[in-house]
């Protein structure tokens, strides 16, 4: 009594965030291919293989309906780019008690993957440097530009924008 060994072939992608104007880089959709490999004993001793779960008799290969069960496709990794980012001005000194601009976490995490964010850059949204302005704010890479319309009164807070330096240091992240 024989054996054969099917093996069905896949291919899928990996679907990314289309590109926008959030100052991220985005990746095109990275092909992965796997092999599952399906024993197909032979029907009452003849040559002739079963057909596997999920085969199609056209010899198109499909993936197995259990999943991966031979090779797993390993994460792919995303390369750190040391850059700076874009600006960011997404607050209004008239919306709140002031301007505040930062990058959440998971935003740096994104931007800045395995890196380090090393500075940052603050102006109005008029281009003056942050500093030049006469107001009482801040700018640093822990707290983003925090601008109190109390701390400037009578006048107020103006509309700041920031934007964050990536080094990298060639890590890797894995998605």
Sequence with gaps: MSSLLTINFFIFLVPTKPAGNDGFSTNSPTPQIGVTPTPSPSSNGADTPTPSPGSVSSGVPTPSPTGLTGDTPKPHPTKCLTRWSAWLNRDKPENNNGDYEKMTPEEIQKFCPGGTITKVECETAGGIPFYSTGAIQVCTKEKGL?????????VGCQDYKIKYYCVCNGKYRFN
């Design 146 to 154: 925090m601008c109190n319309n109390a701390d400037n009164f009578p």
